[in-house]
Nanobody
Framework: QVQLVESGGGSVQAGGSLKLSCAAS?????MAWFRQSPGKEREGVAT????????AYAPSAKGRFTISRDNANNTVYLEMNNLEPDDTGMYYCAAVTRPVGSILLAAAYKYWGQGTQVTVSS
């Protein structure tokens, strides 16, 4: 069983930045960040394979968001720059302990954090 604890959400104005953190209680093979707005499906934002540091991003996140990891502390970060109102939502950390095929698909992930709210005002 893996427990995930997120932190770092908040409210910013458009163009601002936030950095989210996710601490895992045990080994994870892959970790990812998802977000969900009211009335919308949960969408993948970014994912990382900690052992190699390889990453993948949703088109909306490329160039603005950076996912990184601290393997010594089982922690993954999401640095978000140039935030837009459309980035508003609940951000969830997710993890798996074995390879998955669809790395930005919510259904592929077994472990989830409780979420942290990000609000971007115009």
């Amino acid at each position: 069983q893996v427990q995930l604890v997120e932190s770092g959400g908040g409210s910013v104005q458009a163009g601002g930045s936030l950095k989210l953190s996710c601490a895992a209680s045990a080994y994870t093979y892959r970790m990812a960040w998802f977000r969900q707005s009211p009335g919308k499906e949960r969408e993948g934002v970014a994912t990382i394979y900690p052992a190699a540091g390889s990453t993948a991003y949703a088109p909306s996140a490329k160039g603005r968001f950076t996912i990184s990891r601290d393997n010594a502390n089982n922690t993954v970060y999401l640095e978000m720059n140039n935030l837009e109102p459309d980035d508003t939502g609940m951000y969830y950390c997710a993890a798996v302990t074995r390879p998955v095929g669809s790395i930005l698909l919510a259904a592929a992930y077994k472990y989830w954090g409780q979420g942290t709210q990000v609000t971007v005002s115009s």
